[in-house]
Nanobody, 123 residues
Framework: QVQLVESGGGLVQAGGSLRLSCAAS????????MGWYRQAPGKQRELVAG???????NYADSVKGRFTISRDNAKNTVYLQMNSLKPEDTAVYYC?????????????????WGQGTQVTVSS
C-alpha cells in the first residue's frame, strides 16, 4: 500500500502564493503518475495538475500560467506551486499517486489519495 502525507495548505490573500507538498511512502516499486485535484464546496472534484514519470505535465485551463507541478523522484514527493491565487482557487486539495507496489514478491497497481489540505484565498 501507499501512504500519502500532504502539507502546505492555509489561508492566503488574493494574489499570494502557496506551495503544497505530498510525500509518498510504502512498498513502492515505482511511481507512475502523480497529480493534484481539488474540490470546492458543492462542486465535483477536478484535476488541477498532473505529472507523469517522464516529467510530462498537464494543467486545468483555470490554473495554467499560475500553478506549477513538479516532482522529486528520489523523495517520492510531488509539489504544487500556486502563484497569483484567486478566491475561486479556494478548495480542499488532494494528492493522487498511481504506483506499482510490491507485496510478497508480487507487483500490483495502487491508486492512492491524500487526506486533503484546505486552501483558502481571501479577496
Amino acid at each position: 500500500q501507499v501512504q500519502l502525507v500532504e502539507s502546505g495548505g492555509g489561508l492566503v490573500q488574493a494574489g499570494g502564493s502557496l506551495r503544497l507538498s505530498c510525500a509518498a511512502s510504502g512498498s513502492i516499486f515505482s511511481i507512475n503518475a502523480m497529480g493534484w485535484y481539488r474540490q470546492a464546496p458543492g462542486k465535483q472534484r477536478e484535476l488541477v495538475a498532473g505529472i507523469t514519470s517522464g516529467g510530462s505535465t498537464n494543467y486545468a485551463d483555470s490554473v495554467k500560467g499560475r500553478f506549477t507541478i513538479s516532482r522529486d523522484n528520489a523523495k517520492n514527493t510531488v509539489y504544487l506551486q500556486m502563484n497569483s491565487l484567486k478566491p475561486e482557487d479556494t478548495a480542499v486539495y488532494y494528492c493522487n499517486v498511481v504506483a506499482t507496489i510490491v507485496r510478497l514478491s508480487l507487483q500490483s497497481k495502487s491508486d492512492a489519495w491524500g487526506q486533503g489540505t484546505q486552501v483558502t484565498v481571501s479577496s
